[in-house]
T-cell receptor
Framework: EPEVTQTPSHQVTQMGQEVILRCVPI?????FYWYRQILGQKVEFLVS????????KSEIFDDQFSVERPDGSNFTLKIRSTKLEDSAMYFC??????????FGSGTRLTVV | GQQLNQSPQSMFIQEGEDVSMNCTSS?????WLWYKQDPGEGPVLLIA?????ELTSNGRLTAQFGITRKDSFLNISASIPSDVGIYFC????????????FGKGTRLSVIA
């Protein structure tokens, strides 16, 4: 069954450093998403991406965040200057507008 | 904004018992999705509901889309240890290409 692949599975970074989280969506999907989940809390939407541009973003997705689809397969989330409160699981997802899209296994980001 | 309220927050059941959990909203949703999350993994779609009143099964799982479009329930019959995890309801924030809103989840523990 097709999968959404995320790397790395765990990233530890110092506060103020830049991180790039990587995702390979399912190949024939057109919509891509980043969500995050702070430990023990619900999954929260960050940003959606379609046709090589951001289609929607949440209030969490401020100027410190950016997304890119640098080639035909990868979808990345960059956090420019990490803060302690950025520590969370970050999930990439891909799919179609009707919902029910597929999530990756996540990257656990720990900011120290 | 739209919010999904899940109950119960957590439940402990004996293996073999049936489980019921539900999700309510103050606003209408046109799609209801039920996801399961295992520790350290991303959410996995269990059941998608697209029509008010719809009752859908997936093995031992059954979910219904409430007639008012403001609620949904998920039942698990004859629970087994691998049913342990967090169950989230989710729905698109708007119609069309739209990110998902998640509930806070129901944590299920199964005692063998």
């Amino acid at each position: 069954e097709p999968e959404v692949t995320q790397t790395p599975s765990h990233q530890v970074t110092q506060m103020g450093q830049e991180v790039i989280l990587r995702c390979v969506p399912i190949s024939n999907h057109l919509y891509f998403y980043w969500y995050r989940q702070i430990l023990g809390q619900k999954v929260e939407f960050l940003v959606s991406f379609y046709n090589n541009e951001i289609s929607e973003k949440s209030e969490i997705f401020d100027d410190q965040f950016s997304v890119e689809r640098p080639d035909g397969s990868n979808f990345t989330l960059k956090i420019r200057s990490t803060k302690l409160e950025d520590s969370a699981m970050y999930f990439c997802a891909s799919g179609y507008p009707s919902g029910g899209y597929t999530f990756g296994s996540g990257t656990r980001l720990t900011v120290v | 904004g739209q919010q999904l309220n899940q109950s119960p927050q957590s439940m402990f059941i004996q293996e073999g018992e049936d489980v019921s959990m539900n999700c309510t909203s103050s606003s209408i949703f046109n799609t209801w999705l039920w996801y399961k999350q295992d520790p350290g993994e991303g959410p996995v779609l269990l059941i998608a509901l697209y029509k008010a009143g719809e009752l859908t099964s997936n093995g031992r799982l059954t979910a219904q889309f409430g007639i008012t479009r403001k609620d949904s329930f998920l039942n698990i019959s004859a629970s087994i240890p691998s049913d342990v995890g967090i169950y989230f309801c989710a729905g698109p924030r708007n119609s069309g290409n739209t990110p998902l809103v998640f509930g806070k989840g129901t944590r299920l523990s199964v005692i063998a």
